[in-house]
């Protein structure tokens, strides 16, 4: 059926986001709503996003990372892992921050893990329901 579609507005309240925040990362496409609007898939990439910005990411950093969570809506038991961290910006200049990011499941986290120096795993299941139950309310 038809999906429902939310202002900019109606989704950063429902998430407790800043809506300037989400027009901002919205105007510099680090994240891309539908034309039509805002689905309850951006709300999970909204988060994933706020999540990443959280903890030191740059928007600029991570943005290939939310797109490559376009068109997904099955979340559950799904891990992004990103390759590298925010902690790293003092490190060598080599460092290139945020190079590599696959959604895998919970069996493949821990292999592609251990081919990297420094990973950020978001529990993409977790982010999800999170929004479900912003949406529940």
Known sequence: GDVMTYSLREISRTLGLSIGR????RS???IKPNPSGWTADDAVRLLVLHDLHEIGFNGS???FAIDNLRGRNEFDGQFLVISGSPFMQDGPATF???THARVVDRDEVGALAAN????????????AARA??????
């Open 28 to 30: 510099r496409d680090y």
């Open 96 to 98: 290139k921050l945020a």
């Open 116 to 127: 990297c120096g420094l990973v950020t795993i978001v529990n993409l299941g977790d982010v």
């Open 132 to 137: 479900r139950k912003a949406f529940a309310q």
């Open 22 to 25: 989400v027009e901002q990362w």
């Open 61 to 63: 950093e991570v943005s």
